[in-house]
Structure formats: structure tokens, C-alpha cells
């Protein structure tokens, strides 16, 4: 049995509908730990570090990777595309991270292949009016195949002449399929062994079994982080269905998607916007109207890391965030970008929504409920002064502080982490 008292797993869980910062959370938080994983998603993660003067935008790596000698891992619930990933550590390489050796991919995890790519493309192009605002990077594509049981593994790559047939069929599988969409695209199945060959002896030498990594490191007395993508509201099953991702986001993904039993976990931090953003298709019921979706757009850089899609914003969204903490189990939060009010007179936390002569205090999984919900808006005084260069909690404005603490009382959660800037430093732990 490990001791409880020296080692912890923490699972670090995006709590609003994705982008809310998680990047910055891990980075601050590897500094104290031996091994950070990755358990769901595809190379849209898209978490932006900030290191002194340098910005580093990650897609697949965990941004553990920017701290010497920490063991980076993707897990078995990853769509792991390898190209995008050899560019990504070639990259982090070639700017002086000793990258190389210290990232061990899942054998289990299925490989997003280039074709994953056309059809994602071709299948949203075929939607018209109902696009769901996917990437277009294959993920969905990914994951349906592997949920199909006609997915590539890491793994399937040892028996090359089994693999190589395996891509043959995925090849005509899909052409199959784009003629259906109407696509012009086509897939070369030749061409397709080929590319994948190109890479198979490198892929294989990162192949490892995540699972007994992590349960062997916390044995040892190690920490271990766990990271995911996107958020919260956009988990396959607790989502805005159907505007989501493909897999499991919230915590319960975690255990499941690097291969240790939910027993070994915790803690589970929920990493939270002192406001709202989410990007793509879908409802987002505290949407600021223009031109304050603008201004506070402009004032918190709010665009995609991955696609540079503008984001939508809105005012802190209680309910989503109380949701969030009942279906992750959540033990602490960390607010970020609390900076980014700095200026703004008065803010506003919907607290309920009103739908169809309702009151809700919950999170609707009816889309036609929420999509109707009109938030119900507590107001609060802004504070109007820098929080940059705040440290420890004293430092915040007064209404800074009433502010995040009636975050926490919407939410029944604590608040453990304040970032109030890009930097590392720029980062306050609350928690005792």
C-alpha cells in the first residue's frame, strides 16, 4: 500500500466549457510534483504557458514538460496524433527544453491518423447550419473508430504486416464514407503505410504502459498530476450534447483514461474563468451582448490557443460551476484570469436560470431548457485597480475578495489557486 501522507494524486479538471486556464494550473503546480499525465482529448488541448518572456502553446504535451525532470505521460484515453506530437516536442526541443526521454505515450492509445482529419472536415462541411464546431483536427472521427473497435493503437504497430492491413481497410473504410458526405477528398491507402511507416520505429520506442507508471510512482511516494482537455460542459455525457467533445473530460475520465483505479485519486481541482468563455456552437446563457463582448475579449486576449477562433464571453456562471463541482467531485477551485475585471465597474454572477416559467438552480441536460434559460444575475461592485501584482490573498482589493468568496459560496467549493496574470509568479495559494 502507498502512504497517503507522502504521495498525492491530483486530477486537475476544466469546470466551465473548456479553456479556462488549465495550462497555467499544471505549469504552476508540476513544480511540486513527479509525473503529469494527460487522460482525454486529442492535439486540441491547446494550453498556453507562460515562462518569464517566452509563450509556450501545447497541444498534446503536458505543459509538465516545461519543468527539468518531470515524467510526462499520455494516457490511454488520449487520440494521440503523432505527427502533431513530433512537431510539438521537435519544437520544444529546439527552444532548450530537454524534452526528448521524458514523454511516454499510452500503448493502449488510439492514433489519430491523417484520415481522421478528412473526414472530420468533410463531415462538418456536410452539416451546414447544424455544424457543431468541431477543430477539424479528427478528433470525433478518433474516437468513433475506437469506440467502433476498427481503431489503430500504438501498440498495433509491432506487428507491422497486421498493421499495414489494418490501414488498408481504415483506407477504404473512409473512402466509402466520403463518398457519402460528397467530399472530393480521397485517401491513398499506399501512401497512407507509408507516412505511418515513416514514424513507427520512433513511436514505438515512446510506447509505455501509463497505468503501471503512475500506480508504481504513487507506490513510491511520488506526486502525480493528471490533466484533461476542454471542460467540464463539454464531457461526452454531462455536456451541452450534442456540442461536446468526444470523450470524457471530467474527473471520472481520469482513472479510466491513464489506467489506475478512482481510489488512488486525491484531490480534484477545478479550474475555473473569473468569468465565462467557451468556443464554438451551443448555448452559453451568460453571454455578454456587444460591445462589452468585445471589450472583455479584448481585455482577456480571448482566443482560441489552437484554432485563434475568437471566444465568447460572459459573466460567471454559478450554476455551471455548481454543476461542475457535484459531477467532478471537486475539493478546490483555481480562478484564473481575475485580473482581466480589473476595470470593470460592476460585475454580475448568475446565481439560477428562469425557463419556461421555472426556476432552475441545476444544470439542465434538456438543450431546449437551457437554450431558453435566462440567467439570474446577482450584482456585485467591481474594485477598479490592478490585482496584477497581488501575492497572498491581503494583497486583493476588498471587493476583489468578496468577489471570489461569493464564487465559492455559489459553488459550495473552496477556492485554493488565484492567477491574476500570465506569469508563474503571478499566482496566490489560498489553500491552508
Same mark, same amino acid.
Given at each position: 500500500?502507498?502512504?497517503?501522507?507522502?504521495?498525492?494524486?491530483?486530477?486537475?479538471?476544466?469546470?466551465?466549457?473548456?479553456?479556462?486556464?488549465?495550462?497555467?494550473?499544471?505549469?504552476?503546480?508540476?513544480?511540486?510534483?513527479?509525473?503529469?499525465?494527460?487522460?482525454?482529448?486529442?492535439?486540441?488541448?491547446?494550453?498556453? +504557458?507562460?515562462?518569464?518572456?517566452?509563450?509556450?502553446?501545447?497541444?498534446?504535451?503536458?505543459?509538465?514538460? /516545461?519543468?527539468?525532470?518531470?515524467?510526462?505521460?499520455?494516457?490511454?484515453?488520449?487520440?494521440?496524433?503523432?505527427?502533431?506530437?513530433?512537431?510539438?516536442?521537435?519544437?520544444?526541443?529546439?527552444?532548450?527544453?530537454?524534452?526528448?526521454?521524458?514523454?511516454?505515450?499510452?500503448?493502449?492509445?488510439?492514433?489519430?491518423?491523417?484520415?481522421?482529419?478528412?473526414?472530420?472536415?468533410?463531415?462538418?462541411?456536410?452539416?451546414?447550419?447544424?455544424?457543431?464546431?468541431?477543430?477539424?483536427?479528427?478528433?470525433?472521427?478518433?474516437?468513433?473508430?475506437?469506440?467502433?473497435?476498427?481503431?489503430?493503437?500504438?501498440?498495433?504497430?509491432?506487428?507491422?504486416?497486421?498493421?499495414?492491413?489494418?490501414?488498408?481497410?481504415?483506407?477504404?473504410?473512409?473512402?466509402?464514407?466520403?463518398?457519402?458526405?460528397?467530399?472530393?477528398?480521397?485517401?491513398?491507402?499506399?501512401?497512407?503505410?507509408?507516412?505511418?511507416?515513416?514514424?513507427?520505429?520512433?513511436?514505438?520506442?515512446?510506447?509505455?504502459?501509463?497505468?503501471?507508471?503512475?500506480?508504481?510512482?504513487?507506490?513510491?511516494?511520488?506526486?502525480?498530476?493528471?490533466?484533461?482537455?476542454?471542460?467540464?460542459?463539454?464531457?461526452?455525457?454531462?455536456?451541452?450534447?450534442?456540442?461536446?467533445?468526444?470523450?470524457?473530460?471530467?474527473?471520472?475520465?481520469?482513472?479510466?483514461?491513464?489506467?489506475?483505479?478512482?481510489?488512488?485519486?486525491?484531490?480534484?481541482?477545478?479550474?475555473?474563468?473569473?468569468?465565462?468563455?467557451?468556443?464554438?456552437?451551443?448555448?452559453?446563457?451568460?453571454?455578454?451582448?456587444? !460591445?462589452?463582448?468585445?471589450?472583455?475579449?479584448?481585455?482577456?486576449?480571448?482566443?482560441?490557443?489552437?484554432?485563434?477562433?475568437?471566444?465568447?464571453?460572459? *459573466?460567471?456562471?454559478?450554476?455551471?460551476?455548481?454543476?461542475?463541482?457535484?459531477?467532478?467531485?471537486?475539493?478546490?477551485?483555481?480562478?484564473?484570469?481575475?485580473? +482581466?475585471?480589473?476595470?470593470?465597474? %460592476?460585475?454580475?454572477?448568475?446565481?439560477?436560470?428562469?425557463?419556461?416559467?421555472?426556476?432552475?438552480?441545476?444544470?439542465?441536460?434538456?438543450?431546449?431548457?437551457?437554450?431558453?434559460?435566462?440567467?439570474?444575475? %446577482?450584482?456585485?461592485?467591481? *474594485?477598479?485597480?490592478?490585482?496584477?501584482?497581488?501575492?497572498? *490573498?491581503?494583497?486583493?482589493?476588498?471587493?476583489?475578495?468578496?468577489? /471570489?468568496?461569493?464564487?465559492?459560496?455559489?459553488?459550495?467549493? !473552496?477556492?485554493?489557486?488565484?492567477?491574476?496574470?500570465?506569469?508563474?509568479?503571478?499566482?496566490?495559494?489560498?489553500?491552508?
Amino acid at each position: 500500500m502507498r502512504d497517503r501522507e507522502r504521495s498525492q494524486c491530483v486530477v486537475i479538471v476544466g469546470s466551465q466549457w473548456g479553456d479556462e486556464g488549465k495550462g497555467k494550473i499544471v505549469d504552476v503546480l508540476a513544480e511540486d510534483v513527479d509525473v503529469v499525465a494527460r487522460y482525454q482529448g486529442g492535439s486540441n488541448a491547446g494550453h498556453t +504557458v507562460h515562462v518569464g518572456e517566452e509563450e509556450f502553446i501545447l497541444h498534446q504535451i503536458p505543459s509538465g514538460i /516545461l519543468h527539468p525532470r518531470r515524467r510526462c505521460l499520455l494516457g490511454n484515453g488520449v487520440v494521440f496524433d503523432p505527427f502533431q506530437f513530433f512537431q510539438e516536442l521537435d519544437a520544444l526541443t529546439a527552444r532548450g527544453i530537454d524534452a526528448e526521454g521524458r514523454v511516454g505515450v499510452s500503448g493502449r492509445a488510439h492514433l489519430l491518423l491523417s484520415y481522421h482529419k478528412v473526414l472530420d472536415r468533410a463531415a462538418e462541411a456536410r452539416r451546414g447550419a447544424g455544424k457543431i464546431g468541431t477543430t477539424g483536427r479528427g478528433i470525433g472521427p478518433a474516437y468513433e473508430d475506437k469506440v467502433a473497435r476498427q481503431g489503430i493503437r500504438l501498440a498495433d504497430l509491432r506487428d507491422w504486416p497486421r498493421a499495414q492491413d489494418a490501414l488498408r481497410r481504415a483506407a477504404e473504410r473512409v473512402n466509402e464514407r466520403l463518398q457519402l458526405l460528397k467530399s472530393d477528398e480521397t485517401v491513398d491507402a499506399e501512401a497512407l503505410i507509408a507516412e505511418v511507416g515513416s514514424i513507427r520505429e520512433r513511436l514505438l520506442a515512446i510506447s509505455v504502459d501509463t497505468g503501471r507508471v503512475i500506480h508504481d510512482a504513487l507506490r513510491d511516494g511520488h506526486k502525480v498530476l493528471l490533466e484533461g482537455a476542454q471542460g467540464t460542459i463539454l464531457d461526452v455525457d454531462h455536456g451541452t450534447y450534442p456540442y461536446v467533445t468526444s470523450s470524457n473530460t471530467t474527473a471520472g475520465g481520469a482513472a479510466l483514461g491513464v489506467g489506475i483505479g478512482p481510489t488512488l485519486i486525491d484531490d480534484v481541482v477545478g479550474v475555473v474563468k473569473a468569468y465565462t468563455t467557451r468556443v464554438g456552437e451551443g448555448p452559453l446563457p451568460t453571454e455578454f451582448p456587444s !460591445p462589452m463582448q468585445e471589450q472583455v475579449r479584448e481585455l482577456g486576449g480571448e482566443y482560441g490557443a489552437t484554432t485563434g477562433r475568437p471566444r465568447r464571453c460572459g *459573466w460567471f456562471d454559478a450554476v455551471v460551476v455548481r454543476y461542475a463541482a457535484r459531477v467532478n467531485g471537486l475539493t478546490g477551485l483555481a480562478v484564473t484570469k481575475l485580473d +482581466v475585471l480589473d476595470t470593470l465597474p %460592476e460585475l454580475k454572477i448568475a446565481t439560477s436560470y428562469r425557463a419556461e416559467g421555472q426556476e432552475l438552480d441545476d444544470f439542465p441536460g434538456d438543450l431546449g431548457l437551457l437554450e431558453a434559460a435566462e440567467p439570474v444575475y %446577482e450584482t456585485l461592485p467591481g *474594485w477598479q485597480t490592478s490585482t496584477a501584482g497581488a501575492r497572498k *490573498w491581503d494583497d486583493l482589493p476588498r471587493n476583489a475578495q468578496a468577489y /471570489l468568496r461569493r464564487l465559492s459560496e455559489l459553488t459550495d467549493t !473552496p477556492i485554493w489557486y488565484v492567477s491574476v496574470g500570465t506569469r508563474r509568479d503571478q499566482i496566490i495559494h489560498v489553500r491552508p
